[in-house]
């Protein structure tokens, strides 16, 4: 970890705590010690379970995602590299380190850094097209509960909205006219070398030509003979966001708190979409303040410090911890490869 990282990685993590004690000293009192005598282990245990599961249903869509482009990528492998994506995420605005973590991962399984770039922007798609049907389902199941949400919590959505709808319009634009948009991030990348003259950026130059024609050639195949990769991959997106949701409905039990599984699920979509927003590093803060804003509505005002707490500490330290891990094997395996080849087995399965 460099230093750029590190001041990354503590202010997001003193924004989170600071915080998240604000949130405490206003909420807990003497009714919140007699709420947790009802507090129930086994329920944040399965929490924890399923909050790790949902990281396989994210090694999954990574696996199905690059099949489609014909390349084998294990489910172990693809799990290894979420993980070592959790830290960059959980330090980043918007949490977009973990991009270029997936990508440089894919790359060193094989694939071509073109269409390795192609699976991970297919991702964030899928995130947008998954999260915004939930979204629109959440509204017609609840529609009268929205009308007690905060402002500033429906004004971000509706940003995070339009940079999802944004995304998906500049990658059918990309699609369709490919030459058009090559030009385009050529003369930014051109510009950019000028700018900040650098070997590093003067290779990527080099290579941003030929891998450019790579990207969208992958876009394009995905929308035509790799459909099916790209159905798998929404099958996994929407187990994957279920089970993120579906932690809180547990830690609420755990508290001894009904589950509320509508309303929850209601909540965490909001999050969600509002922490794609590059506000603060790993969305520390804001998620903290938007989750007591929301809950506050359902569960009683004593409580909601404690299951905030307890919520970031599976949805956010969690990563933190298991990012660094991932990100010591992944380390691990590089330093006893050597230098970036493919392996045997990383072979196309099949022409694209």
Wanted: net charge positive; aromatic share 10%; charged share 15%.
């Amino acid at each position: 970890m460099d230093r750029t990282q590190r001041r990354w990685a503590w202010l997001s993590i003193s924004f989170s705590l600071v915080v998240l004690a604000i949130v405490l000293f206003l909420t807990v009192d003497r009714t919140t010690i007699e709420l947790l005598l009802d507090f129930n282990p086994l329920y944040l245990g399965l929490a924890l379970l399923l909050r790790t599961f949902s990281l396989v249903f994210w090694a999954y869509r990574i696996t199905e995602l690059s099949k489609a482009l014909h390349y084998r990528v294990g489910a172990f492998y693809a799990f290894l590299v979420v993980t070592a994506n959790l830290f960059a995420g959980a330090i980043t605005p918007g949490q977009a380190g973990g991009e270029p973590v997936r990508i440089h991962g894919l790359y060193r399984k094989g694939l071509k850094i073109g269409d390795a770039t192609a699976v991970v922007l297919m991702e964030r798609v899928l995130d947008g097209v998954v999260l915004s049907l939930m979204g629109v389902i959440a509204m017609l199941a609840l529609g009268s509960l929205w009308l007690a949400l905060p402002p500033w919590i429906i004004a971000g959505m509706g940003i995070a909205w339009a940079f999802m709808v944004g995304l998906i319009l500049v990658l059918a634009l990309a699609v369709r006219h490919p030459a058009k948009v090559k030009v385009l991030v050529m003369r930014i990348l051109v510009w950019a070398e000028r700018r900040f003259p650098g070997e590093r950026l003067r290779k990527m130059v080099a290579g941003a030509e030929r891998e450019t024609d790579v990207l969208f050639s992958s876009l394009l195949y995905y929308t035509s003979e790799g459909r099916r990769g790209l159905i798998m991959g929404g099958i996994c997106t929407a187990a994957f966001w279920s089970s993120e949701f579906l932690v809180a409905s547990l830690i609420l039990v755990a508290l001894g708190q009904p589950p509320f599984v509508a309303e929850s699920f209601l909540f965490q979509l909001i999050i969600a979409i509002v922490m794609m927003v590059p506000l603060t590093p790993g969305s520390s803060g804001v998620a903290e303040v938007a989750a007591a804003s929301l809950y506050a509505l359902i569960v009683p005002s004593s409580i909601v410090g404690v299951f905030v707490l307890l919520w970031r500490a599976l949805l956010y330290y969690y990563n933190i911890v298991v990012g660094v891990l991932g990100s010591l094997w992944v380390v691990r395996r590089e330093i006893a490869r050597g230098p970036c080849e493919p392996e045997p087995e990383q072979v196309l399965i099949g022409p694209k």
